[in-house]
């Protein structure tokens, strides 16, 4: 059970903070540019681990990826209001 957390909640932060790191290059931010991108890589590198071993989990990190594109968005949208 746990490789299946891992790879949805894994995969949910990985687009989360994707949405972060492209508003930071955007604003030309790049030590947080930097950092978040260091993140992604690390995160992705474990959930490919993951799925690697055991292709079914494919489908909860593409659940994931949907959550957590829609959670980023909202973040990103929210939170920048004036």
Not at 9 to 27: P, Q
Request: charged share 10%; hydrophobic share 55%; glycine share 8%.
């Amino acid at each position: 059970m746990l490789p299946y957390f891992i790879a949805f909640f894994g995969i949910l932060l990985i687009d989360t903070v994707y949405i972060m790191y492209i508003r930071a290059v955007n604003a030309e931010k790049i030590f947080i540019a930097a950092i978040t991108g260091s993140s992604i890589t690390a995160i992705n590198a474990l959930v490919v681990i993951e799925y690697t071993r055991n292709p079914s989990i494919l489908i909860v990190a593409v659940l994931g990826g949907f959550s957590g594109t829609y959670l980023g968005y909202w973040i990103s949208k929210y939170m920048n209001k004036p």
